[in-house]
């Protein structure tokens, strides 16, 4: 067997075991940041990062060579218009776009945005909210709101149109 095909298999045993803990105990097993820059990487094409890099997660590399350099935050949703908060963004550290992963229950990514820096840190430092500003944490749709979709699950657009 070759290592992708390991490593693919690892992450649906452990996705199994996260999705059997959290009946279990009501709590999360705290996989879901590995499983998005997994599912990210795997969708997309992207490279890993150094393990432990400061500021990012995800090497993104352009037809011309140029390397764009993803933080990823994942989050386990029941759908795109969910709330909740995206996990805390460093912005002191060096990144040049955001990625959010969304997961369903089963921990299957189901949607991906990507926001811009520059945007990113404009709505954090933006005053008014204690999560924002000290934590550096935005809510999920206030993400949406500056991010576009990258990528959709090719089932989600089929229940889509036959639900429509």
């Known amino acids: 067997?070759?290592?992708a095909t390991d490593l693919s298999e690892l992450l649906r045993d452990a996705k199994r075991i996260a999705k059997r803990y959290k009946e279990l105990t009501g709590?999360?097993?705290?996989?879901?940041?590995e499983v998005?820059?997994?599912?990210a990487a795997r969708l997309l094409g992207l490279e890993f990062a150094a393990v432990r890099t400061a500021g990012?997660?995800?090497?993104?590399?352009?037809?011309?060579?140029?390397?764009?350099?993803?933080q990823v935050k994942a989050r386990v949703l029941d759908s795109e218009r969910s709330s909740g908060r995206v996990g805390s963004i460093d912005i002191e550290k060096e990144f040049d776009l955001v990625l959010l992963v969304m997961l369903n229950n089963d921990l299957d990514a189901f949607a991906i945005y990507e926001a811009p820096r520059d945007k990113v840190v404009a709505a954090i430092e933006r005053p008014g909210s204690k999560s924002r500003n000290e934590r550096h944490a935005l809510?999920?749709?206030q993400f949406l709101a500056l991010a576009q979709r990258i990528w959709r699950s090719p089932l989600r657009e089929e229940t889509q149109r036959a639900g429509s």
């Open 1 to 3: 067997m070759d290592t």
């Open 139 to 141: 809510g999920v749709q």
């Open 36 to 39: 998005g820059e997994y599912e």
């Open 27 to 33: 709590r999360p097993l705290g996989v879901t940041g």
């Open 56 to 70: 990012y997660d995800l090497i993104r590399v352009l037809p011309g060579g140029q390397k764009q350099r993803l």
